[in-house]
């Protein structure tokens, strides 16, 4: 389990990462068409990283459909039944009383 959640904790960092890197309109934050050494286009720079943020975010979400299911088959109890539970009739609330 343990090792999930560290697996899901770089995917998100590297989602972020990925989101970041990549240019907008206005090349906000976005990479230059020269940061690959002239390997790669502005063009190509752009397509790689679209993709990789696409297999990134593809694999964050499995990730978290796989750990809700590995959170949910040791457990009796769903979420809900775990939180505790708030009646107001048995524990009757004082009114506050003001200072003098």
Same mark, same amino acid.
């Given at each position: 389990m343990t090792t999930l959640i560290i697996i899901q904790?770089?995917?998100a960092i590297l989602l972020v990462i990925l989101v970041l890197l990549q240019g907008s309109d206005n090349e906000g934050l976005g990479?230059?068409?020269g940061t690959f050494g002239?390997?790669?286009s502005a063009r190509g720079s752009a397509n790689l990283l679209s993709r990789l943020t696409a297999i990134?975010?593809?694999l964050f979400m499995v990730m978290s459909v796989v750990l809700t299911i590995?959170?949910?088959v040791?457990?009796?109890?769903? $979420?809900l039944e775990s939180?505790?539970? $708030?009646?107001s009739e048995e524990s009757p609330q004082e009114e506050p009383s003001i200072p003098e």
């Open positions: 904790l770089i995917l990479l230059g068409g002239g390997m790669m990134t975010a593809t590995t959170a949910s040791g457990s009796d109890r769903n $979420v939180l505790p539970s $708030v009646n």
